[in-house]
């Protein structure tokens, strides 16, 4: 059985606080989630265990996200050295992108395909770290990897209904 990982992850601070959108590996994060189809649950990872996420990553056969590739893995290599393009992954926005000619967020493509709207956003999420609050942020990114999950395995059973 293929070991799918659907992954998110939340930072400690924004784009504007660390000096732009170039610097996104000093943004740090706060907390990341993954869903193993191996494993059939979620992983919570504090930033005390970013290597374990780190591992798990490196370890999966497919790695699915949400703007993975130009954000999460970038925050990731605040941590590591490690390339991330040895990962296979499949990224929902740059996939989307290539069909649609554009960017969407995560949250118009759940209220359009799931018919549910995220919870709230990342800059939440940062004021939520500031208070000490992990707690939130986790249920935040688990519901995030779930919509990305759920997305995706519709896509999928599109695409195999299809042929």
């Known amino acids: 059985m293929k070991n799918i990982v ?4 939340e930072t400690q601070k924004s784009a504007d606080e660390v000096g732009g959108w170039d610097k996104i590996r000093d943004m740090r994060m706060s907390v990341g989630v993954t869903y193993s189809t191996a494993r059939g649950t979620y992983q919570i990872y504090s930033e005390r265990r970013v290597n374990d996420l780190i591992r798990e990553l490196q370890r999966a056969d497919l790695v699915v996200g949400f703007n993975v590739l130009r954000f ?3 925050v990731l290599h605040g941590y590591t050295v490690f390339d991330f393009a ?3 992954t499949l990224d929902m ?3 989307l992108q290539k069909t649609l000619q554009h960017r969407l967020s995560l949250d118009s493509i ?3 395909t799931l018919g549910v709207e995220k919870t709230s956003e990342g800059l939440q999420a940062i004021d939520w770290f500031r208070e000490g609050r992990l707690h939130e942020i986790a249920e935040n990114c688990c519901f995030d990897v779930n919509i990305t999950r759920l997305v995706q395995d519709r896509k999928s059973t599109r ?5």
């Open 159 to 163: 695409l195999n209904s299809s042929h």
């Open 93 to 95: 926005l740059v996939d």
């Open 72 to 74: 999460d893995y970038e």
């Open 86 to 88: 040895q990962v296979p």
């Open 6 to 9: 659907y992954f998110d992850l």
């Open 110 to 112: 759940a209220t359009a």
